[in-house]
């Protein structure tokens, strides 16, 4: 009964690894992501304002 059960979770743990690997292969390869920057500036030597501007 045990060698069963091991058998059978080899065999589901090599199933679940093949369609991962199928999905991964199948899928276009998706677009470097894009980083966003944030600028800060200072205004008129005052050190509590900031702006904050982005980029999409």
Do not use: H, W, Y
Request: hydrophobic share 40%; proline share 4%.
């Amino acid at each position: 009964m045990r060698n069963n059960i091991l058998g059978g979770l080899v065999i589901f743990m090599v199933v679940v690894t093949c369609l991962l690997m199928i999905d991964d292969i199948s899928n276009p390869q998706e677009k470097p992501s894009e980083k966003d920057t944030v600028k800060i500036e200072q205004i008129e030597n005052k050190t509590d304002l900031a702006i904050v501007e982005t980029e999409e």
